[in-house]
Structure formats: structure tokens, C-alpha cells
């Protein structure tokens, strides 16, 4: 059972403490602005060798173990295409019960990541097991529609019982300049969403440089999201080491700035065992242990869970285990 | 002024490239008088394991391709081996310490082999398959199909003419391989890889494996994704045990090929023989079809 804490604040709160951090009477865009701007730059050439040499650490037989069990526990096991079918999200969500018949042993994803319009069959599907529902709302993958349908689509996957809204900033606004815009946005997002835990994704592959990348994890932030996720597997490139500990140093700091917790989410491309534990070496090492749980590190992914169970099974078997022994998604 | 020496680098084949082994480890190779001839990457579990993967993926390509087109990307082996008979004729001398002369003729029959395989690869069917008699009003055809990936244990002593008679008839049917090559005589091989992946063999098909046989058959015969396994190699290999291989390759029911036997003991064939379609029918499938008769 995955328990996540959500702060549930008015968007007079929320503004009140945007004014608070920033230091600011008024939030306007000026002031958004000279907030984010003010913010150091990333060094591009030193994250990326930091986040490469974290990649080279070799993790072996019971850190291994332990680190596929772990990787497993916190995916958000994803479908989100436009050919889904009622069946093809309850066949997803039967993997997520048992997602290794061999083994009972095997742990369940964190949750399962749907379009809007399949809550309720995931719902119905998961029942009390404690597998949280997540659908993407906000007019995914764009983002291109009007607030109001924003809001609706965000309210009719809450009412139809989503535990979690992964939701889409305006990378137009953003990249325009027009933060103010992205952290109304997101708080009106935020409000709709109610009891449910709000993602907000960042769609990395399209903010074009990394310092653009930290800027919007720290307004997505502000703005109240529970969690900062990368992409949203529709856009190559999607989530990548380097980005990825931006938003973990990101979410670190936040937390010493405001002592409020923020969760990251990794989404799209990561398909192998050797990936995911990379990400978790990165979470240790830039943000801490208290971000390895499910409740505080997400992956957004389909693929990479047949290769966690192969090599699962690999390490319980001795022999290297083959596509056979997995189901087909 | 005297030439420096371009030395070859003999490193692995896997999924269409030579990359060296993952463990960076190597070993010296000696002609069969105990000269040095040159060092060879040493192939470990992971290279084993790459090379399945590569495997895995090229086998929907290449077994889905016509047959007619297996026998002409067969042929065409068999063309650039042609071209390429002084080198070889020099390694299978080295490797094997025989004269230039007997060299030649083993080059000579390894090529040959080739073509006689590709001219099988659209006769199999007809071969193998069969239209069966029923009592009733149904067309019964069995067709032979691909096994899978194969994993192929290369005979230790005959270093070509072995190696192209275990892999010629294993893709012949559009299988896809992991050789093990001869722990002591593993050049002509890797050099066999070289003329693969300039004959429009697509890449994953063929990957070749230099290694100590002892430390990776195991590997090879446990892996859950491999479909068959060849253990011709394992006569005269040190420290392999077919017997114990094929316990391992049991696990996941694969298609086993035992090595020759003589009076108990694995023992190298005759490669000069006829080959017969034994090594063919070793890894196909026969599926079997009813159909309903019309009118």
C-alpha cells in the first residue's frame, strides 16, 4: 500500500506562499521572472559528467536484488496509447496484481498511469489492493486546450476515482515567457484535483535547455505540485540521467527552502534494469534516501517492468531468463 | 625505411558488430606448433548474453524471409569466402598445422558446404513437410519451421569447414545462432564473422563467440531464451561435460543435438562426409495445419 501525503491548499494559500518565498508584495510575471532567472544556471558539460559517473557504479547480487524490488515497487505501470481497450487495461492491471505468476513473492507496482477515460476500469480492476490509479489529464500529451477544459478533464478523472492526476504545463506559455500563466495553471489544476496527488510534467524534451529544465521544476513546485515529472513518453528525447538530477537537486533544495517534500517521476525510455538502477543510485546520491520509496520516486513506464522480472528471475534461477517467461503488453 | 606491421585485432561478432569482449579480457591464441599467432578477446557470460539478445532480435527478420532469399544471402557467403581463400587457407594452416596444400582443400570444402546449404534453404519444406492422409474432408500439412535461436557449441578441431557445417544448416532454416567458437583455433572464425557481415547476412543472425568453452556453455545451455543448443564443441573441449549440459538445457526444454559418439565418448565427425539433412532436421519445428476441403 502506497500512502502519499497530499497538501490540500486554497490557491489564496498557495499564491501567499509564492508571494512568501519570493519575497515579493505582488506575484506577477515580473516578479516570477526575476525569481527564476535569478536562479543559477546548470553547468551542461559537469551534470552531464556527474551524471554519467554516477551511471558506472556496479550494483551487485543482494544490493541488486534489492534495488530490482525496490525499482519495481515504485513504477507507475503505464498505458497510454490511443488504441487502449477496456481489456487491454484490465489485462495491465491483472499484471500489476501478479506481476510475476512464478513468484509470488515479486512486489506490485506503485500504481497504474491510464488515460482519463479508463479510470474507472482500472479502478474496478485494482479493487482494495492498494495499487493507486494515475491518469493523465490536462489535455495530454499537449496541453493545448483552454483552462476551463483543462479543469473538467482533471475533475472527470478525479470523480471517476484517480488517485493521483498526472497533468501537463503549457510549454508554450513557458517557453514564451509567461510563467505567470503556467503557475495559475497548475494551482487551478491543483485545486481540481482535490484529495487526489498532482504530477506535474514538465515535458523536459521540449524545454530545450537544462537551465530551462530547473526553472520549471522549481515554478512547477511553487505552484504546488506534489510531484515533478519529466515527460510524458510522447517526445523524444524523453526523461534522461542529466535531467533527471537537475530535478532531484531541484526538489533537495526545495526542501530546505520550505520544508515541503517534493516527489520526482522519471518517465519514458527507460526500458532496462541497468537504467532504473541508475536512477536509483542518482536518487541516494543527490537527494537522499528519504526520496527511495515509492511515495517520493516514481518511473513512467511499460517495458521496463518485463526486464526487472527477467532479471529477478535470473538472480532466483542462476540461468538468464527470455522473453517466454513474461507476459507480452 | 622498414613498414610498421597493422596488426589485426580479433574480437567478438555480436548483433552485427565486433566489439570486444565486455570483459575486457583476452587471450593468446598459438598456432598448432605453439607459435604465437595473436590474442583473442575472451568472451564471458555477459558477451554470451548480448549475443542472445541479438539473436532474439534478428530472428523475426530472418526467419521471416523468404527462403529463396536465405539461399541467395547464403550464396553470397559462400562468394565473399571465395574471395577471401588466401587468408583463410594461411589461418585454417596456422590454426590447424596443416600444409598450405590440405589448407586449401579444407577452405575449399567449407565453401562448397555453403552453397550446398544454400541451395537446401528452399527445399526443406518440400523435404521435411508433407501433405498427410486424413479421413476426412481436410488438407493436412505439416510444414517445417524455424526452432529459434540456437546456441551452437563449434567443434573444437576443425576450425572452418567444422564451424560453416554446424551454422550453415542451423540458419539455413532461419534460425539465428550464438556460436562458441574452438577455445585454441577461434581466428578462422572470427574472420568467418568478417565475411558474414559483408554478405548481406543481417546483422544478430550469426554472432560469434570466442571464449573458453568450458566457462560459457553453461551459460549458453541454461539460458531460458536460447530454443536449441548444438554440442558438437563439446568433444575434445576441456572441462565440459555434455552430458551435464544437456541436464541444464532441460530447464527450459530446449532442443538438444548431441555430439558425436565413439564407444561413450563425444567424439569430432568426419566433416569431408556427405552431411545429410541430420543437422536441418536437428532445429525445425514440424507444424502441423488442417484445413477444410471446398469445392
Redesign the interface.
Known sequence: MVTVSTTTRTAQDLTAQARDVLGVSRLTNHALTSWLHGIPGVDQVGCEARAASLGTRSIKTTSKAWAIDTAIGMIDLTTLEGADTVGKVRSLCAKALVPDPLDPTTPRPAAICVYGDMVATAKAALGDSGIHVAAVATAFPSGRASLPVKLADTRDAVEAGADEIDMVIDRGAFLSGDYLTVFNQIGEVKQACGGAHLKVIMETGELVTYDNVRRASYLSMLAGGDFIKTSTGKVAPAATLPVTLIMLEAVRDWRELTGVQVGVKPAGGIKTTKDAIKYLVMVSEIAGDDWMTPEWFRFGASSLLNDLLLQR?KLA?????????VTID | MSRLDVRKTYKLYIGGAFPRSESGRSYEVVSATGEFLANAAMGSRKDV?DA?VAA?SALAGWSGATPYNRGQVLYRVAEVLEGRRTQFVEEVAASEGSSARAAGAVVDAAIDRVVWYAGWTDKIAQVLGNLNPVAGPFFNVSAPEPTGVVGILAPQGSSLLGLVSVVAPVIASGNTAVVVTSADRPLPAVTFGEVLATSDVPGGVVNIITARTAEVAS?LA?????NAIDLTGAAGADGVDWGALEV?AA??LKRVLRPALADGQPVEPDWSADPGLGRIRAFVETKTVWHPKGL
Open positions: 528471475q534461477t542462476g540461468a538468464y531468463s527470455g522473453a517466454d517467461y | 548474453r542472445v532474439r551459460w541454461a539460458h531460458r531464451d536460447v541444464e530447464g527450459n
